[in-house]
């Protein structure tokens, strides 16, 4: 199956008194490039994480984020320090005096100063947290690969039906081609009559000046090398799998052999048609891009 490089994923997870949700996005690119973003108590299993996502993409630019939230009061220790409210409280009081402010204090009023009460979280188990995170992962994951293969065979669809148009542009050169040899030679007797009126032609001299046309503006070999080109593109795509790269090389010969056939013919149809021909196999190549 051909996937393309734009994809996302969505999962969420709820377990142990906690929500993680972790997402995925992706946007073609050369290699393979990954951006993860997460709570730091999670920063410790970034490279499995990587290891994990890594199984589902070969290439993109893919953007990974979890966010993690409590669904229930965890429990902790509450700390009070005595001491340090004390301090708050007698320098307090020592500023009421020195300037002469007045307002009550009350013991709300402490107890929000910081570090007077302090919860000190228990240690939570690394073994459960990957395990929620590996969860989520392997959903989203699922999901991210689903939406890549929806949008690639949408690709593929689209492809398939640009190379169908560049064969109709390709068969008609080829059916063409050798007419301009025949309309030379026709031309060329007709101009050497002309000139020579009543004196006989030199046949020999005639043939060799239309086999050096011909040859000049022969593209059989380009003809043949396209085709052969599209049908491995065809069969390229069918197959499926990682086919960025080689369809990309097998535009670039196509684009190769398509200016060689402008570059020889004169016609002015032929010319239009190759302008066509190279116009499709860029949009091909544009396309291609978005191809794993």
Known sequence: MVRSM????????ISGGKRLVLEIKSVNHRYLDM????????????????????????????????TCSDTE???GSLHYNKE???KYMYFITDIQRQLGVEG???AVDIARL?????????????????KLLEQAAKKAADAFIRSRETEGARLKEDLLEKVSALRGHVNYIDLQAPEIVENYRGELYARVQDMLKDTKMDENRILTEVAIFADKVAVDEEIVRL?????????TLEAGGEVGRKLDFLSQEMNRESNTILSKTNDVEISNRGIDLKTGIEKIREQIQNLE
């Open 6 to 13: 734009t994809g996302y994923g969505r999962a969420e997870v």
């Open 35 to 66: 951006n993860v973003r997460m709570p730091r108590k999670f920063s410790m299993f970034e490279p499995k994480l990587r290891s994990l996502i890594g199984k589902y993409a070969v290439r993109g630019k893919i953007d990974v984020m979890v």
């Open 73 to 75: 009061v965890l429990a």
């Open 84 to 86: 340090l409210a004390s």
């Open 104 to 106: 009550d204090v009350t």
């Open 114 to 130: 910081p570090d007077v009460f302090t919860i000190e979280e228990e240690a939570e188990d690394e073994n459960e947290l990957w």
């Open 227 to 235: 085709k052969s080109h599209m049908a491995a593109f065809e069969e």
